[in-house]
């Protein structure tokens, strides 16, 4: 039975490596785009309040855990629960895990596909069919078995390709996943820092509602020995009534938070209230942050990578569809064997087989394989514009967070001397009410200023944390590669 097949199989195994071995990949090669990036961040203003890439050693560097340098155990504490269980993060990595597994398909397209069958069958003939045979002549058993295989040859680069594009997929899809890593760990340290600081200004409301309490009660002692009248009570209540109207805003702010990040950990919006009620005071700002250079940003951030593998993709796609002008080879063989009974399947006389080259050229259907190049191209064209258009937003993004972060840092400073100062002017006013050397607007109107002052401190520290949690999240730094947890399901 082997000696027939031994002998073709030789011939054809050569011919199809032959063919293969000097296949060629048809449609273009991808070349990663030249990016123009600066060799510094623009805004020398902003630097002022950043360590340059190649001065301040002591600055962190961008790959360094950012949550860290703020020396807040329940902020790591959350980040990294977030970062083990927050549902997009597991739905980033299921795509990933999808286009990984497409790769895998796609590389067993390179190879040859092996298939086994076998049959029985038992087939009586009507009479009709068989005129002059008795029943027994017109039953008739026959049974067969046999391995087949067949292999595409691959002599334009359509598989290759294909695999090509699927590997650039893959490398998106992770890609993603950090960059969705990057998004979640840095709305979790935003919406911290927000509720730290809505408990630091509810603080606040209630310490400026405790001593403009006094006041009203030092007025009304006054006003009933005689020495003030209900004009300077109402006044002085009036004004109480408008910081303790302050409360109930942030107290739903700070509920709001609460929930928030109960959410982004990955629980009930209830899970961590008991957890987060104690007010604590915000984190410390880190001294100083290294930005590096655009460069290194760009070699950094997760969404320009995942624009520039979408374009490597895309490129490669123009070789699958370019491979359709050409003829498609495949391989075939089968080595079987059939027979009457089954003790005789296996017998010398048995065996059957075949070894085909087989040819698939729809050359008449050009029009729509090159609109189909045509689409490819354009898709490419659009990825290029895409991963362009992520490069530029990249660098608005760092430029802005460096701003925004160096001009908060200078507000924060100016609003903290002047809470310092309108809290001991306060303090002045109320001695001097009380020495009758001043009058209650003096007063009232010293502590109104004590409670915006300190209101906009709390707020504008606020925003100075949350200005280097999105320069760290701009400079994608300090994101270790956490992967969440997966929810076992049941395979059927």
Known sequence: MADSILSAAPKALALGLTLALGACAVGPDYVKPDTAAPAQFARADAKADTATSTGDASAPAADDAFWARFGDAELTSLVEQALAANNDLKVALAHYERANAELRGAKFDALPVITASATGQDIRSSADQLPGVDRDGRDT???DAGVGASWELD??????????????????????????????????ARTYIELRGQQERLRVAQDNASNQRETLQL??????AGGGTDF??????????????????LEAQIAFAMHRLAVLTGRTPDALIAELQAPVALPALPERLDAGTPGELLRRRPDVAAAEQRLHAATARIGVATADLFPRF?????????????????????????????VDWSFLDVGHVRARIAASGADAQAALAQYRQSVLLALEDTENALVRYAKARAEDAQLERAATDSAEAARLARVRYEAGAAGLLEVLDAERSRLQ?????????????????????ALAGGWPQHVPQREGIAQR
């Open 219 to 224: 007025v009304d002692a006054r006003v009933d």
């Open 141 to 143: 058993k026959s049974y």
């Open 330 to 358: 495949t391989l075939g063989g089968l080595l079987g064997t059939q027979a009457a009974s089954t003790g005789a399947l296996f017998e010398r006389d048995s065996e059957t087989h075949l070894l085909a080259l087989g």
């Open 155 to 188: 002599l334009f680069g359509r598989i290759r390709r294909s695999i090509e594009a699927g590997r650039a997929d893959t490398a998106a899809s992770a890609a993603d996943l950090a960059a969705a890593q990057v998004a979640i760990a840095g709305s979790v």
């Open 453 to 473: 002052a300190q209101d906009a401190f709390a707020d504008a520290r606020t925003r100075s944390i949350n200005g280097a949690v999105a320069l760290y999240q």
């Open 232 to 249: 300077d009570s109402a006044r002085a209540r009036a004004q109480l009534e408008t910081t303790d109207a302050r409360i109930p805003a």
